[in-house]
């Protein structure tokens, strides 16, 4: 079965932290990975995406994911958050074998000043 | 995003019939309606690629989506049920649906069933 499981429905971290949202998948082969944010009254945006090669991949604003086959997993971190980073995150599997997609919950990031 | 407009941006309907519409700006061949409830993540209902539907999730048959080109979306809703209050976003990508690309996404509607 494919699926995405994003563990934490929420994160509360102070501005200037570190911050580590947690991604874990199924799926029996090499899938196409995302992250999207999604800012309040807004459309998804990526953030970045993983395909194949180097497991560490940047994404926009200062973010950047790393892949672990062995895991399973698409952890997103960010060295030093923002008031602004606060929205909520999806990870997002999308499947070579049939192109369909799948979305994890999302976990939604409050950041404290 | 002004890449991928939707009109309108609020729509509040007893049971009454309305269109939701969708054009995107970005030359993409396939183009998505999503569903997202609150606080939930976004449900597939129907992807056009070329004009043509290929993927038509379980949705009640109430939603009638329509393709005029490959850049307009439309989505008819006939008498509309309190379940169907939710943020109707349209989406494109380039190629077709594949596994590889990324979405974009519109700001979305957000329709209030009274």
């Known amino acids: 079965a494919q699926s995405v499981t994003q563990p934490d429905a929420r994160v509360t971290v102070s501005e200037g932290a570190s911050l580590q949202l947690r991604c874990k998948y199924s799926y029996s082969g090499t899938p196409y990975l995302f992250w999207y944010v999604q800012y309040p009254r807004q459309g998804l945006q990526l953030l970045l995406k993983?395909?194949?090669?180097?497991?560490v991949v940047q994404g926009v604003n200062g973010f950047e994911a790393e892949f672990s086959k062995s895991n399973s997993s698409f952890h997103l971190r960010k060295a030093s958050v923002h008031w602004s980073d606060s929205a909520v995150y999806f990870c997002?599997?999308?499947?070579?074998?049939?192109?369909?997609?799948?979305f994890g919950d999302g976990t939604q990031l409050v950041v404290k000043p | 995003n002004t890449k991928i407009t939707q009109s309108p941006r609020y729509l509040i309907l007893g049971r009454a019939n309305k269109s939701l519409e969708c054009e995107q700006h970005?030359?993409?061949?396939?183009m998505y309606w999503y569903k997202q409830s609150a606080e939930k993540p976004p449900e597939l209902m129907f992807l056009y690629n070329l004009k043509q539907l290929i993927r038509n999730e379980t949705v009640p048959s109430r939603f009638i989506p329509e393709c005029p080109d490959s850049s307009k979306l439309l989505l008819h809703i006939s008498a509309v049920d309190p379940e169907d209050s939710a943020v109707y976003f349209c989406?494109?990508?380039?190629?077709?649906?594949?596994?590889?690309?990324?979405?974009?996404f519109g700001h979305g509607t957000k329709l209030s069933v009274l």
């Open positions: 993983y395909y194949s090669g180097d497991p």
């Open positions: 997002v599997l999308s499947a070579r074998s049939n192109n369909r997609i799948f």
């Open positions: 970005l030359g993409h061949n396939a």
């Open positions: 989406a494109s990508s380039p190629h077709g649906g594949l596994s590889n690309e990324r979405l974009f």
